[in-house]
């Protein structure tokens, strides 16, 4: 069994345990300290999604850093129950922001969900299909906020070109690579809307 900690915030140095289970990859430390400081220390006021949680790692690092509400979502089941064990060691009060954890399908949840709704959404599918991606992708820039907070974070493998992928997604006009990180087998990459 691993583990991985919120790096700032209410929660900042609380550890997520992580199971061993065949896909789960939780993004590193490094890789969310540096999304972070491109997201911004505080989320105060701003609403995100987690998308293919896992350990949830995400999402609650934007609940220890002020979001207002924060969707997380599991669908498979051991991964939710050690996501909802972990989550039990939290003290939800020394948040601000209103957590909402769901086994669901994310790409059901997400299309429910309406239009412009959400300021962060995370998307770290498993790798092996690469079709939930595009689909989250293309979900998410649907539910996106238009606003200087709007942001869709992606994490996929090396081998995947998002340049290629917006292109094809006929999304290449409305949003841009802000950064890429790199981690191992797994690229994290930042996209914003493009402003005119």
Same mark, same amino acid.
């Given at each position: 069994m691993g583990k991985v900690r919120i790096i700032g915030g209410s929660w900042r140095g609380r550890v997520l345990l992580v199971e061993d289970a065949p896909g789960l990859r939780p993004s590193a430390d490094r890789v969310r300290e540096t999304l972070f400081n491109l997201l911004g220390q505080v989320l105060d006021d701003l609403i995100c999604v987690d998308c293919f949680a896992g350990t949830g790692a995400l999402g609650l690092e934007a609940l220890s850093r002020g979001a207002r509400q924060v969707h997380i979502l599991e669908k498979a089941s051991n991964a939710f129950k050690a996501l909802q064990k972990n989550i039990s060691s939290f003290k939800l009060e020394e948040v601000t922001g209103e957590l909402i954890l769901q086994k669901t399908d994310a790409l059901t949840y997400l299309a429910k969900l309406s239009s412009q709704a959400i300021d962060?959404?995370?998307?770290?599918?498993?790798?092996?299909?690469?079709?939930?991606?595009?689909?989250? $992708? &293309?979900?998410?820039?649907r539910i996106l906020r238009v606003g200087p907070s709007a942001a869709i974070y992606l994490e996929h493998p090396s081998t995947l070109k998002i340049e290629t992928l917006l292109t094809e997604l006929k999304l290449d006009q409305e949003l841009i690579i802000k950064r890429s990180i790199r981690s191992g087998?797994?690229?994290?990459? $930042? &996209?914003v809307p493009k402003t005119i």
């Open positions: 962060i959404v995370f998307i770290d599918p498993p790798f092996a299909q690469p079709e939930l991606l595009q689909q989250a $992708l &293309l979900q998410a820039k087998q797994a690229i994290g990459t $930042l &996209l």
